[in-house]
């Protein structure tokens, strides 16, 4: 894949600095645009800016807010004509004040909770699309990868629980194959899926850490590559589906 300009959305730690970390030692003739929503205090950034200088521009965007998304994409806008890869990594769980939580029970449902959880896991991921979408479309292969989570499929639901994170992942999972559907339109290039990247060590899961086996729990970097490689492979015929680390599809 010849993927030169490459904007990862939620770079600052886990996955998404992992994706950075992995792109910007695998690639040396891409440039990539790193946001976070505090990019100035992530130390990992700070380290890749200090090994690779300019190939790595770093961008403040909030992606719970539309006007910080809207002002992303006038700064890549100013830097560069195309984007080759966009992968939206935000995702929310709970909160560090582990007010929010994933609720085991109806009782534990709150209409704030889900609509934070709305805010980052399914209207931001699809205003990054909406915002962004016209850089990848240039008649050349480019991929939207928005990172989702299998949790998110309603066929899948066998335990119950985790109504906010489970509800906010399908209704991204539908808004991006919706948006696959109408890109496909505008070019037969443009490869718009979401991509599950397994149990991850990182922040998000560490609290539920101890329900997974050692085998099946990924380092960052592993889960990286292999996410890297799903898209890779991807074909414009996947568009629009839901895919696994290893390359599976996961059903709706
Ligand atoms: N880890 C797993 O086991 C696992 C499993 C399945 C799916 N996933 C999915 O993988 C993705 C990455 O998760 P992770 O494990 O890397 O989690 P993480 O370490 O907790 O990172 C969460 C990411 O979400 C971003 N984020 C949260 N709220 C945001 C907001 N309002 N605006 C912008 N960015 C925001 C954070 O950016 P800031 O630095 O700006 O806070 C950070 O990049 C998520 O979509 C998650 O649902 C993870």
């Known amino acids: 894949m010849s993927a030169d300009n490459i904007l990862i959305q939620g770079g600052a730690r886990g996955l998404g600095l992992a994706l950075v ?22 130390e990992g950034l700070q380290r890749m800016h200090k090994r690779h200088g300019d190939r790595l521009q770093t ?33 929310l769980l709970h909160d560090a004040e582990r007010d929010l939580w994933p609720e085991k029970r109806l009782a534990d449902i ?11 896991n399914a209207t931001g991921p699809i205003l990054m699309i909406r915002h962004f979408h016209d850089l990848l479309i240039h008649g050349e292969r ?44 505008r070019s037969a290039e443009l490869i718009c899926v979401g991509l599950h990247p397994g149990t991850v060590d990182t922040a998000l899961s560490e609290p539920f850490q101890q329900r997974v086996p050692e085998a099946q729990l990924q380092r960052p970097d592993q889960a990286a590559t292999h996410l890297l490689k799903v898209i890779a492979n991807l074909t414009p015929d996947d568009s629009g589906r839901l895919f696994d680390w290893a390359g599976q599809p996961i059903n709706p």
């Open 21 to 42: 970390e992995r792109l910007l030692s695998d690639r040396p003739e891409a440039c990539l645009f790193a946001s976070a929503r505090a990019p100035e205090q992530s």
């Open 59 to 91: 961008l403040t965007l909030d992606i719970a807010d539309a006007n910080s998304i809207r002002a992303a994409r006038e700064t890549v806008g100013r830097a560069c004509d195309r984007l080759d890869l966009m992968i939206t990594c935000a995702g």
């Open 110 to 120: 709150e209409a704030d909770h889900l609509a934070r959880s709305f805010a980052v």
């Open 142 to 185: 480019a991929v939207i990868a928005t990172l989702s989570a299998r949790v998110g499929s309603i066929s899948d639901n066998g335990l119950g629980g985790w109504y906010a994170y489970r509800a906010s992942k399908a209704a991204q999972n539908q808004l991006t194959r919706t948006a696959a559907i109408e890109l496909r339109r």
